[in-house]
């Protein structure tokens, strides 16, 4: 939630490393099993990836240098907004901002930071290339439509999982080759 996702990242690897969160998810204290501490790792995760609140809507607020690649398949955000979104060799590439139930449609969007901070505005079939603001752009989505914002010479717009590692693989809590 601070923004801080090197720091996230080196506690949430503690967890998994550390053999504090168990293969069946559980995390044990004082030899008691204690359910919470998956669920806020699960959380934290989620946080660094996307975050929503007062209107705002952060796409990868906190990702970690160590995630060179993210991506996000419509996650609900506040007031109803879907966000769909790719970050691809250490950059941000693109996010569709849907608006699938907000009467209203208006919030404000937060990207990282692109290298020349012109950012190309696809809405109403029109394209805008625009410099995108330091307190975020502010939107106002008709219900039923989406905007999608991309770096000026984005492209590629294919949302694909992120390939992995089987090394830093975390499987409920362990590595994948260790679950039997």
């Excluded at 969160?21 to 998956?38: A, F």
């Excluded at 209203?104 to 809405?123: H, K, M, Q, Y």
């Excluded at 106002?140 to 590629?156: F, T, Y």
């Amino acid at each position: 939630v601070l923004g801080e996702g090197d720091k996230a990242y080196e506690k949430l690897t503690e967890l998994w490393n550390g053999g504090f969160i168990t293969r069946n998810t559980m995390y044990s204290e004082g030899g008691n099993p204690v359910l919470e501490t998956p669920c806020a790792a699960a959380a934290a995760v989620l946080d660094m990836l996307i975050q929503s609140n007062n209107g705002t809507i952060s796409i990868f607020p906190a990702l970690p240098k160590a995630w060179t690649d993210a991506s996000v398949d419509s996650l609900a955000c506040e007031g109803g907004f879907e966000v769909s979104a790719v970050y691809r060799g250490g950059r941000f590439l693109w996010a569709d901002i849907r608006n699938p139930r907000s009467e209203t449609g208006i919030c404000r969007i937060s990207i990282p930071p692109l290298e020349n901070n012109d950012t190309t505005v696809f809405a109403d079939h029109f394209e805008r290339v625009i410099t995108f603001p330091t307190a975020g752009l502010r939107l106002k989505i008709p219900k039923g439509q989406s905007v999608l914002l991309c770096g000026k010479d984005a492209r590629d717009f294919e949302l694909s999982p992120v390939t992995y590692s089987e090394d830093n693989c975390h499987v409920y809590g362990g590595h994948k080759d260790s679950m039997i």
